[in-house]
T-cell receptor, first 116, second 116 residues
Framework: GNSVTQMEGPVTLSEEAFLTINCTYT??????LFWYVQYPGEGLQLLLK?????DKGSNKGFEATYRKETTSFHLEKGSVQVSDSAVYFC???????????????FGSGTQLTVLP | DTEVTQTPKHLVMGMTNKKSLKCEQH?????MYWYKQKAKKPPELMFV???????INESVPSRFSPECPNSSLLNLHLHALQPEDSALYLC???????????????FGPGTRLLVL
């Protein structure tokens, strides 16, 4: 079956530090990959996505590249801000029969805290 | 506009109460989802509706009863819940079931439920 493995948290960084959150996956076929962010007390927001190998998703300074050879989709940001403090979920979508709604397989989530 | 709305934002109920959660989207999406999220965990899929028909029920106890009256509205009826059902309940929608793994799910802000 499908699975997503994220680096264990929590991650604590100082403002303007470089961020990497590792995500690797196991899936059959050609999944799409997503990063969702959940701010305290809120629902999940789509941060970025990539739908095929070598695609790079980007949004709000965050980037992730779909690497099929290493089955990875690591999240990076060059300079984090206090407002980036949140939980980040890596997810993949695949496996449903044609014509069906897709299910997301989530990683365990990584708590990021950015200190001023 | 990628907005999914959920009401109420917070709900406290006793184990003998009957209550309902409501989810709406006006993006023309034809798949809608209910998830349950416990603290510090990823969301767990409960139900999926495709074209207003229940397509996935992830072995959810019968005290949770979903309903999709039309393509814009999704309800979750609650009856005789247990304290362990306390969680954040998230609704999501996606445009076209069967469009493929690139299909993106958009989440609402959630209803935080406390069962006493």
């Amino acid at each position: 079956g499908n699975s997503v493995t994220q680096m264990e948290g929590p991650v604590t960084l100082s403002e303007e530090a470089f961020l990497t959150i590792n995500c690797t996956y196991t899936a059959t076929g050609y999944p799409s990959l997503f990063w969702y962010v959940q701010y305290p007390g809120e629902g999940l927001q789509l941060l970025l996505k990539a739908t095929k190998a070598d695609d790079k998703g980007s949004n709000k300074g965050f980037e992730a590249t779909y690497r099929k050879e290493t089955t990875s989709f690591h999240l990076e940001k060059g300079s984090v801000q206090v407002s980036d403090s949140a939980v980040y979920f890596c997810a993949l979508s695949d496996g449903a029969p044609s014509g069906s709604a897709r299910q997301l397989t989530f990683g365990s989530g990584t708590q990021l805290t950015v200190l001023p | 506009d990628t907005e999914v709305t959920q009401t109420p934002k917070h709900l406290v109920m006793g184990m003998t109460n009957k209550k309902s959660l409501k989810c709406e989207q006006h993006m023309g999406h034809r798949a809608m989802y209910w998830y349950k999220q416990k603290a510090k965990k990823p969301p767990e899929l409960m139900f999926v509706y495709s074209y207003e028909k229940l397509s996935i029920n992830e072995s959810v106890p019968s005290r949770f009863s979903p309903e999709c009256p039309n393509s814009s509205l999704l309800n979750l009826h609650l009856h005789a819940l247990q304290p362990e059902d306390s969680a954040l309940y998230l609704c999501a929608s996606s445009p076209r079931p069967g469009a493929g793994p690139q299909e993106t799910q958009y989440f609402g802000p959630g209803t935080r439920l406390l069962v006493l």
